[in-house]
Each structure stands twice: as structure tokens, then as C-alpha cells.
């Protein structure tokens, strides 16, 4: 029982770790989007068909807002197993260690 409650700590610091390391990378995408952005509005101003480059950067601010919100869905999502016996722990253990791949698709 004492190696389960390890485990289950091991992941929900990994858990946090992780979402703060890919609410850090989407700060950094959104700022290279700011450049984007800037770099759209001067070809703007000089004349230049620029359509297609806003059309994408609005699909990169939505791609953005939709990975944030996983992040923050899974920045709040906690594991932990209540064992009555051996056969339960193990089956919760097996749950436990397939939550966070199913969570990696994001």
C-alpha cells in the first residue's frame, strides 16, 4: 500500500510538472504569435495580399486556446487509489498508469 500512495504522489507531481512545462511552452508560442501578427499588419500597410496569413494565425490563436484549455482540464485532474484488497490495488493501479497516456494525445 505504502509503494501505491508513492506511486499515485510520483504522478500527480509529474502531473504538475508537466502542465506547468506546457503552460510555459504555449506562453512562448503565443509570444512568436505576437510577432506574427506584427509582421502580418506591416505587409498589411505596404500594400500586400496578406489573407491567407491572417486566416492562419487565427487557426494558430484557436490551436492555442484549445491546448491551453486541455492543459488547464488536466493541470486539474488528481489520481489516487482507495485499496481494500490486493486484486483491487491492482486493478486500480493498471488504471491509474493509463490515465496519464490517455491524457498524452491531447
Known amino acids: ?6 506511486v499515485v504522489t510520483f504522478i500527480n507531481d ?3 510538472k508537466l502542465t506547468d512545462q506546457l503552460s510555459d511552452k504555449l ?3 503565443e509570444n512568436v504569435l505576437v510577432s506574427v ?3 502580418i499588419s506591416k505587409a498589411e500597410s505596404k500594400g ?3 489573407t491567407t496569413a491572417k486566416a492562419e494565425f487565427e ?3 484557436e490551436a492555442i486556446t484549445l491546448a491551453r484549455e486541455s492543459v488547464k482540464t488536466q493541470a486539474t485532474k488528481t489520481y489516487s487509489v482507495d485499496t481494500v484488497d ?3 490495488l491492482k486493478t486500480q493501479m493498471k488504471n491509474l498508469s493509463s ?4 491524457t498524452r494525445s491531447i
Do not use: F, H, M, Y
Not at 490515465?99 to 490517455?102: A, D, H, I, M, N
Open 27 to 29: 506562453d512562448q508560442i
Open 14 to 16: 509529474l502531473n504538475v
Open 86 to 88: 490486493e486484486a483491487t
Open 37 to 39: 501578427e506584427s509582421r
Open 1 to 6: 500500500k505504502v509503494a501505491a500512495e508513492n
Open 48 to 50: 500586400l495580399d496578406v
Open 59 to 61: 487557426k494558430a490563436k
Open 99 to 102: 490515465g496519464p497516456r490517455k
